[in-house]
């Protein structure tokens, strides 16, 4: 069962503004990673379903993370109903796909789970939150338009929240393009956690990035959309 609620959930997404998200098959390293991750002032992470048994590691996380405070732990790269299913039974307090699924959307809605469904579209937008999501995710972000794609979005649906996945970089003038588009938050992956600094343990680089963005995400904040 889920720690948070998803009013929680979409609340801390949107005030921290960043989510980070990966996979690794040894629990142990992947528990690094979120901890890395952690200290930089992340508190939603997604970890995805993308290895062998990757239940099995999300298990093990659940686990080493139970009595902490901080991490809101969800799953990512969730296509079909049953494997929302398995890792909502397992207590994922979010889950997020790169496709939108209706049944995964009514599933999460029945345990009040929060469900963040890739998009591409303004008709896929629309239809996800028909079905009650209200963070949507925009993948791949970059091949879309980029900060562009957002704001084309926003001019006739100013209410809808996004997530750009995919084209979200580390660096100043990303993360202010994109968060002055008027992003609800932002989701990365091997750009923050690559898998050569993971490899070699530079667990520190990883927490000093997701310092330095958060800390770009408030300053671009200030004269950003409302959202």
């Known amino acids: 069962m889920a720690k948070y609620t998803r009013l929680q959930v979409l609340i801390t997404m949107i005030e921290t503004g960043l989510v980070p998200l990966f996979y690794h098959a040894d629990p142990d390293i992947a528990a690094r990673v979120i901890?890395?991750?952690?200290?930089?002032?992340?508190?939603c992470i997604e970890f995805t379903n993308r290895g062998d048994n990757a239940h099995l590691v999300f298990t093990e996380l659940m686990k080493h993370f139970h009595d902490n405070k901080e991490l809101i732990l969800g799953a990512g790269t969730i296509l079909e109903p049953a494997t929302a299913a398995v890792?909502?039974?397992?207590?994922?307090?979010?889950?997020?796909g790169p496709n939108?699924?209706?049944?995964?959307?009514?599933?999460?809605?029945r345990r009040k789970i929060s469900y963040t469904p890739g998009c591409a579209t303004?008709?896929?937008?629309?239809?996800?939150?028909?079905l009650?999501?209200?963070?949507?995710?925009?993948?791949?972000?970059?091949?879309?338009?980029?900060?562009?794609?957002?704001?084309?979005?926003?001019?006739?649906?100013?209410?809808?929240?996004?997530?750009?996945?995919?084209g979200v970089t580390p660096d100043k003038g990303n993360i202010t393009a994109w968060i002055q588009a008027g992003v609800a938050c932002l989701g990365m992956g091997s750009k923050?956690?690559?898998?050569?600094?993971?490899?070699?343990?530079?667990?520190?680089?990883i927490t000093s990035d997701v310092?330095?963005?958060?800390?770009?995400?408030?300053?671009?904040?200030?004269?950003?959309?409302?959202?």
């Open 35 to 43: 901890t890395a991750c952690l200290e930089g002032g992340a508190r």
């Open 87 to 96: 890792f909502v039974q397992l207590g994922a307090n979010f889950i997020v």
């Open 100 to 109: 939108l699924n209706p049944e995964v959307a009514r599933l999460c809605n």
């Open 122 to 130: 303004t008709t896929e937008i629309s239809e996800a939150e028909e």
């Open 132 to 166: 009650g999501v209200e963070i949507c995710k925009i993948f791949p972000a970059g091949e879309l338009g980029g900060p562009a794609f957002v704001q084309a979005v926003k001019g006739p649906m100013p209410w809808v929240r996004l997530m750009p996945t995919g």
């Open 192 to 205: 923050l956690i690559s898998s050569k600094r993971v490899e070699s343990g530079d667990f520190a680089s």
């Open 211 to 227: 310092k330095q963005i958060l800390d770009w995400v408030r300053e671009a904040r200030k004269g950003a959309p409302g959202i």
